[in-house]
């Protein structure tokens, strides 16, 4: 069964700190996406990695996927209020390239 | 476009009632699921259809759960009867196709009482 684990469950920092947040499995997987989701509302996608190691950079968030392609991970520097939400990670199943299973979820809570 | 919309927001129901969650996807997406979450369970696969056809329902939990999608545009999920565990919030989402993300809705708040 494909899994997707992620840690830490809780974050909470304040403004201006840094954070990692990691997503892993014991499964290859062809690629990994990010979600975030704000209270009330539905995931919202932010980005999609597709080669293993590959960084991609969104504004202050930053991707990585594995060279393995088993886990990922988000970093945000200089965190703000406004980046606190659920953050979700989710690959495709395999064989079954369009149905997407999500990862536990990191909730992150960023103090102003 | 205005998204995928899912109506009604919030449903509070007496169990044994039947539900009824709709949703109108994206147009031009092809593809279009049903998850559930919970605190306990984080999003969970009920049913995806790929062209209207219902592709795979075993995430669905029960019989007492059916989903139709009639047309491109719509789609319902009906429980019939409800229970107090069926409570949690319902979201519909839409995909163009494989290799594509998912544009979620925002989700029906279900309560079972």
């Known amino acids: 069964t494909q899994l997707l684990e992620q840690s830490p469950q809780f974050l909470s920092i304040q403004e201006g700190e840094n954070l990692t947040v990691y997503c892993n499995s014991s499964?290859?997987?062809?690629?990994l996406q990010w979600y975030r989701q704000e209270p009330g509302e539905g995931p919202v996608l932010l980005v999609t990695?597709?080669?293993?190691?590959e960084v991609k950079k969104l504004k202050r968030l930053t991707f990585q996927f594995g060279d393995a392609r088993k886990d990922s991970s988000l970093h945000i520097t200089a965190a703000q209020p406004g980046d606190t939400g659920l953050y979700l990670c989710a690959g495709p199943l395999r064989g079954a390239t369009n149905k997407l299973i999500f990862g536990t979820g990191t909730l992150l809570a960023v103090q102003p | 476009d205005a998204g995928v919309i899912q109506s009604p927001r919030h449903e509070v129901t007496e169990m044994g009632q039947e539900v009824t969650l709709r949703c109108k996807p994206i147009s031009g997406h092809n593809s279009l699921f049903w998850y559930r979450q919970t605190m306990m369970r984080g999003l969970e696969l009920l049913i995806y259809f790929n062209n209207n056809v219902p592709i795979d329902d075993s995430g669905m939990p029960e019989d007492r759960f059916s989903a139709k999608m009639p047309n491109a545009s719509f789609s319902t999920l009906k429980i019939q009867p409800s229970e107090p565990r069926d409570s949690a919030v319902y979201f519909c989402?839409?995909?163009?196709?494989?290799?594509?993300?998912?544009?979620f809705g925002s989700g029906t708040r279900l309560t079972v009482v």
């Open positions: 990695v597709v080669t293993g190691g």
């Open positions: 499964s290859v997987f062809s690629s």
């Open positions: 989402a839409s995909s163009p196709g494989q290799g594509y993300g998912y544009t």
